[in-house]
T-cell receptor, first 113, second 112 residues
Framework: GENVEQHPSTLSVQEGDSAVIKCTYS??????FPWYKQELGKGPQLIID?????GEKKDQRIAVTLNKTAKHFSLHITETQPEDSAVYFC????????????FGGGTRVLVKP | AAGVIQSPRHLIKEKRETATLKCYPI?????VYWYQQGPGQDPQFLIS???????DKGSIPDRFSAQQFSDYHSELNMSSLELGDSALYFC???????????FGPGTRLTVL
């Protein structure tokens, strides 16, 4: 089955700096890659996603890039703010295979004021 | 906008008891997914339903069963609870043909 690796597991940045989280996946059939933000005691919140026919997508301070050849995708957060502090999960999905999400191990991001 | 609703939000049970978790998907979403998240871990897929039929199955113990009803809500039934079942249980929903899943707030199950 699909395996998703996520790095780093923790990330501390100064407010205003950028944060980058990287994920790799194993199954080349994966074609949908969402990113979720999870705050303490809450459910994962979708923040951005990308499909395999696109190389990059941006939404305000958040951007995601996808390299299908290398089977990796990354989340970029610019101008970080204290409210960006949370655990971020990447995930991969094979649309033709039941649509179950396989998650990376998560990255705990701390934005220091 | 309406979100996924889960109940109860917190549940405390003794070992060997049973528990039922409920999930109400976003209106007009016909697909429901259940995930289990242990402390400090990523969510793990358990089972999914589309149009009241099981569509996929993950690492769900035989002690657990689930179903989706005609109004598309879903219930996860857990029997012979073990200490290791203590976790957050999330339900997510999507509309048919869509790959985007929206998660509910979760049910925190504690087994004593």
């Amino acid at each position: 089955g699909e395996n998703v690796e996520q790095h780093p597991s923790t990330l501390s940045v100064q407010e205003g700096d950028s944060a980058v989280i990287k994920c790799t996946y194993s199954d080349s059939a994966s074609n949908y890659f969402p990113w979720y933000k999870q705050e303490l005691g809450k459910g994962p919140q979708l923040i951005i996603d990308i499909r395999s026919n696109v190389g990059e997508k941006k939404d305000q301070r958040i951007a995601v890039t996808l390299n299908k050849t290398a089977k990796h995708f990354s989340l970029h957060i610019t101008e970080t703010q204290p409210e960006d502090s949370a655990v971020y999960f990447c995930a991969a999905l094979i649309k033709a295979a039941g649509n179950k999400l396989t998650f990376g191990g998560g990255t705990r991001v701390l934005v220091k004021p | 906008a309406a979100g996924v609703i889960q109940s109860p939000r917190h549940l405390i049970k003794e070992k060997r008891e049973t528990a039922t978790l409920k999930c109400y998907p976003i209106p007009r979403h016909d697909t429901v997914y259940w995930y289990q998240q242990g402390p400090g871990q990523d969510p793990q897929f358990l089972i999914s339903f589309y149009e009241k039929m099981q569509s996929d199955k993950g690492s769900i113990p035989d002690r657990f069963s689930a179903q989706q009803f005609s109004d598309y809500h879903s219930e996860l039934n857990m029997s012979s609870l073990e200490l290791g079942d203590s976790a957050l249980y999330f339900c997510a929903s999507s509309s048919s043909g869509a790959d985007t899943q929206y998660f509910g707030p979760g049910t925190r199950l504690t087994v004593l």
